[in-house]
């Protein structure tokens, strides 16, 4: 590199609609220039490219879109910052998590071999797939039976959306593309065999998401209670785990080529989106909670202690800075939530109101939805639209709304949706605290903080204090962040993040008035979360299985 030339870092975050690459100064975390890959096929949930239909809960997604926001969002990224390939000393990644697809020894996904095109389970399912729900409840309840030690770690559930549930169900609906598969991969880490030529498996995914704990997986004998051809499994998985922020190994030339970056380039060990953002929060602290939000949130804080937390997504060791406890929990619908909300409640003339002042319906029925005292719309909702994924963990609960008249508008609707998120997140906070986890500090990250009322909801309903994370690009600040530390401009993560890092203290605070309606409000929340998600009434289970038995049946229009 030439010596007068400041040093950069690339960020490159795979998001569930787009991929993003960030261009960042290794001095001082500066960014320089950013740009976007809109997904082309972006989620796929109704039908395979082919028109194939898929079932309810399916979320799919395919490969090549990801590698084209390597071919197009890295080349364009250097060139709004205005740097040369050769000031590039490091590349890191993040992807949503759990991600996850079947593939050949060489890294081939199955999808893009011939006579798979056609077949669902070749694909890759992304995190929002949860029709694996009835798989994570027999992994659950043989785990319980043969009372497997690492089911605490992960708050007595594992979840639907998990690399064990999600290769079960292949499994048991497409076996012959389960045999097929060689590797079962996070994305997190394909993406990185794709730069590099050479796989490379991350400690945090195979923590969080594939059931790795004190060095080893579920062994064969609890595997075979699943299903007998489910013993070998792990087979597909097992690779040495490297740690973060050290090198995966360096950019091929055919990595090069698609990038614009020089061949060599060091690349950094891949990362989960929401986890790698806490170097970019400087969140790692113990009791320093991180909130990732956008379609949905991730809850992610690092401790010293370790606990058993109902309803975690799991606690693992180094997960997320070496030396503490990273623990992870979340919500699996949140800005789903309010894009729900202004497709199905707002009416045209809302949309047409919007056009006329020439902002979003979202703007709009933000700006209504604030008007409001608090309580002022009677309603009470649930968030569980997309399921539960803490402390429930059941993604076959579905949402609720309380409360409604023929008075309602759509901003109560939506301001209900807003305030229902915020006790959801109440409700991970009081649960690690009443578990011996303290909760000390609450910083936010993600799409979502653009909206100043949702972020002074969240403040009040917590009643606490709300740091801000001071850049809109947290997830590629964080990789760009891990691959200083792998190119060695950095001797950890932690002095990384002091440098690099950005975060606005207390941006928002609790208003005592407000925040005392919000704890008469929760408590109401507190009850309907118990008796729905707590099996004081199963109807949500009982219609989701009607759903599925309705499925194909005739309707009665003729």
Known sequence: MTTDLPAVTVGIDFGTLSGRALVVAVEDGRELGTAVHEYAH????????DGR?????????IPQDWRDVLRFAVPRALAAAGVLPE???????DFTACTVLPATWDGTPLCELPGYADRPHAYPKLWKHHAAQPEADLIVERAQESGQPWLARYGGKISSEWQYAKALQMLREDPEVYRAADRWIEAADWIVWQLTGAENRNLCTAGYKGIHQDGRYPDDAYLASLHPDFAGF???LDHPLSQLGTPAGALSKAAAELTGLREGTVVAVGNVDAHVTSAAARALDPGHMLAIMGTSTCHIMNSDVLADVPGMCGAVQDGVVSGLWGYEAGQSGVGDLFAWAVRTAAPHAYAQEARTRGISVHELLTEKAAAQPVGGHGLMALD????????????HLSGLIVGLTLDTRPEDIYRALIEATAFGTRTIVETFEASGV???????????????FLMQTYSDVLNRPINVLASEQGPALGAAIHAAVAAGAYPDIRTASASMGRIEREAYRP??????????LYREYRALHDHFGRRGSDVMHRLRTLRGQADGLPGTAS
Do not use: C, I, M
């Open 42 to 49: 972006g989620v796929v949930e109704s039908a395979l490219p």
């Open 53 to 61: 239909a898929l079932p309810p809960d399916w979320a799919l997604q």
């Open 87 to 93: 000031q590039v000393v490091g590349v890191a990644t």
């Open 234 to 236: 792990t087979a597909k």
């Open 384 to 395: 569980w639209l997309s399921g539960n994924r803490s402390v429930l963990v059941d993604h």
């Open 438 to 452: 303290p909760v000390e500090q609450f910083t936010v990250a993600g799409g979502l903080l653009r909206n100043g």
């Open 511 to 520: 208003d005592p008035a407000r925040a005392a309606v919000y704890d008469e």
